[in-house]
Nanobody
């Protein structure tokens, strides 16, 4: 069992930055690839970014590539998402998730554990 708790969301103006964190507890963090997903009101959940167990491989949705950076600190059992140049269309609840796979995935069904989410609101 892995427990995931996101933090760092909030209200920011367009062009601003936020850094999301996801603290993991339970089983060994480094055994899981990690991902970030988001869901805006009235829309389906979508993939944002993923990172392999070691942190050596990163994956991004085209919509955030060049603006967002995923990272992890296995010693601290924490996942991060640095979000720069935020746009109103980035407004959503952001979820972190853990997958037993070695590499990250854009497919939500490959993740076994999910956090409760943190709200990110970008004003224009």
């Amino acid at each position: 069992q892995v427990r995931l708790v996101e933090s760092g969301g909030g209200l920011v103006q367009a062009g601003g930055s936020l850094r999301l964190s996801c603290a993991a507890s339970g089983r060994t963090f480094s055994l899981y690839a990690m991902g970030w997903f988001r869901q805006a009101p009235g829309k389906e959940r979508e993939f944002v970014s993923a990172i392999s167990r070691s942190g050596g491989s990163e994956y991004y949705a085209d919509s955030v590539k060049g603006r967002f950076t995923i990272s992890r600190d296995n010693a601290k059992s924490t996942l991060y998402l640095q979000m720069n140049s935020l746009k109103p269309e980035d407004t959503a609840v952001y979820y972190c998730a853990a997958s037993p796979a070695n590499s990250g995935s854009s497919r939500g069904y490959q993740y076994d554990y999910w956090g409760q989410g943190t709200q990110v609101t970008v004003s224009s």
